[in-house]
């Protein structure tokens, strides 16, 4: 279970979150001349990318200008589906059962072999070799309730633009996120802890208070059975076949407080080559 999972869980659930944020928005307008230039210059010279540090300087552009841009910019396109999204949500909300949320947290695989020594006898020994994949899901559920009985009534055209200034961040809390997600070096920080996302658990926007918190974990364990394998048995023809699953659940139950955790970030792919990068462009020519 992730430190500051329940954080994370009412974020990312509040009926009152933003979908884009101003802030970023207006980032992307601005930075978006330079980065035109520079992907200019390198269109132009690519011979530029054989030198690491133009390289570093390429994929760091890409990574935190036009990849970030361009997800932006698809939510901007896809908004009505957003906002119907909201809309359905809000009335779960005041249905008089409350909203249960589910959001995603975590989804790995992993594959490796092993062996498994079948019989011994005297010198003989008979070895059946297993394909082992292991699924890791984790996920968590929350329940919403209103505090405060709807504004308007869900067919009236204020209902609508209420939920596209939630979806556009035309918010207290959207603002406040978009201002943290702009501040240089906090995506690094963001690594380590989730306090940047106190203000979207704070935001009240939406009147409504949350409960019943649970984490799930799920991990299913499948062993496939290869051919045996057998030494100093040169005239005894074995084979081997089946497949066994193991399922294992567990659940936690959070407590009533959302408070920021602070995790040790596990370096993927992607974050090592986000340090490899920076590591290039200062250090290297």
Known sequence: VPNGWVLDLV??????????????????LITLPGLIRETGKLLTKPRKLWSPREAAN????????WWPMIDD??????????????NAELKKLYSGKG????????????????AHLIGLYQSATVTCPISVTVVKSQWATIHWKPTAPPPFHP?????????TRLVLGMTPEGMAKGLWDVIPWTWLLGWFTNIGKLTLAQSNTVPATWSEPCFMNKVEATFTAGGADATYCEQVQ????GKRTYTTRSRAIGSGVALPGLNLPYLDGSRLSVLGALFAQRFMR
């Open 11 to 28: 974020a990312g659930t509040n009926p009152s979150r933003p979908v884009v944020m101003p802030p970023t928005m207006i980032q992307d």
């Open 58 to 65: 390429g994929y760091l552009a890409a990574k935190f200008g």
């Open 73 to 86: 910019l698809l939510k901007l396109l896809d908004l009505q589906k957003h906002i119907l999204k909201r």
């Open 99 to 114: 909203l249960r949320r589910r959001l995603k947290f975590n989804t790995d695989t992993k594959t490796y072999k092993q």
């Open 155 to 163: 067919m009236d055209e204020k209902w609508n633009q209420k939920t």
């Open 238 to 241: 074995l084979s081997a076949s």
